[in-house]
């Protein structure tokens, strides 16, 4: 956020459905219906347009690369994850979590090790060392059981609809803050929630409903069976 605004920001993360049905087509060889891939992009537009612009609406070419490059991290984990867990490795969710902490704690140490933040960091500890030992530990353990369920759904569903919730939380907070706390009366943003959440119903009956055969199956699938 640093190098782009807030508002930019979600609207980069927001397109995150797009590569992940790329990513679902190539990788996992999953095929879909012309109807789920219009929904997609309905999908996308609504949660574009739901995000409210303020004064926050600047970015840099740098912001908007380092954004991009998270969005398609984003979507390519549960994609990646599904591999593992459904794949000829076969890793249950537990297990791959550990992996996954496990590398994503030499990353962060790492660029924590050169981060302006170590000092201020460790100085805090030193200082507050009971409250610093509580928010890591309840921090932890909130981020452990987030990052388990996120697994689990992922192995029970697909990466594409692991995205779609990503997508359906972002609109749902921006719903909340837009009557709460910010008060928003924009018609585009509220067309865009409403625009959203017929898209989103559209894409549930369609991905579990009578006729979801029809809508996506494997390669070498008969996609009417």
């Known amino acids: ?31 879909y219906s012309w109807a789920i891939c219009v929904v997609v992009l309905v999908l996308v537009a609504g949660a574009v347009l739901a995000v409210p612009l303020g ?23 549960p994609v990646v994850a599904l591999l593992l867990m459904r794949g000829s ?3 249950p969710p537990l297990t791959l ?5 496990f590398f994503s704690l030499w990353v962060m140490a790492a660029v924590w090790a050169v981060s302006q933040e170590r ?13 610093g030992l509580t928010v890591l530990g309840v921090g932890s353990s ?14 029970f569903t697909s990466g594409l609809t692991i995205n779609v919730i990503a997508n359906t939380k972002q609109v749902i907070l921006i719903s909340i803050s ?17 625009v959203f959440t017929l898209a989103l119903a559209t894409y549930t009956y369609l991905t579990i409903g009578p006729s979801k055969a029809r809508h996506q199956w494997m390669e070498g699938e008969d996609p009417l069976a």
């Open 89 to 91: 490795a076969t890793l």
């Open 142 to 155: 909130v981020a452990f059981l987030y990052n388990l369920s996120t697994f689990y759904l992922t192995f």
């Open 55 to 77: 004064d926050d609406a600047q970015s840099t070419h740098y912001g908007v690369l380092l954004a991009s490059i998270s969005c398609v991290a984003a979507a390519s984990k």
């Open 1 to 31: 956020l640093v190098y782009i605004g807030l508002s930019v920001n979600q609207i980069i993360k927001s397109v995150g459905p797009l590569p992940a049905l790329v990513l679902t087509f190539f990788v996992q060889k999953k095929r």
């Open 119 to 131: 000092e201020a960091s460790i100085s805090y500890m030193k200082e507050h060392t009971a409250t």
């Open 97 to 101: 979590l550990w992996y996954d902490s």
């Open 178 to 194: 837009a009557i709460v706390i910010d008060h928003i009366t924009s018609v585009t943003s509220w067309v865009g929630v409403a």
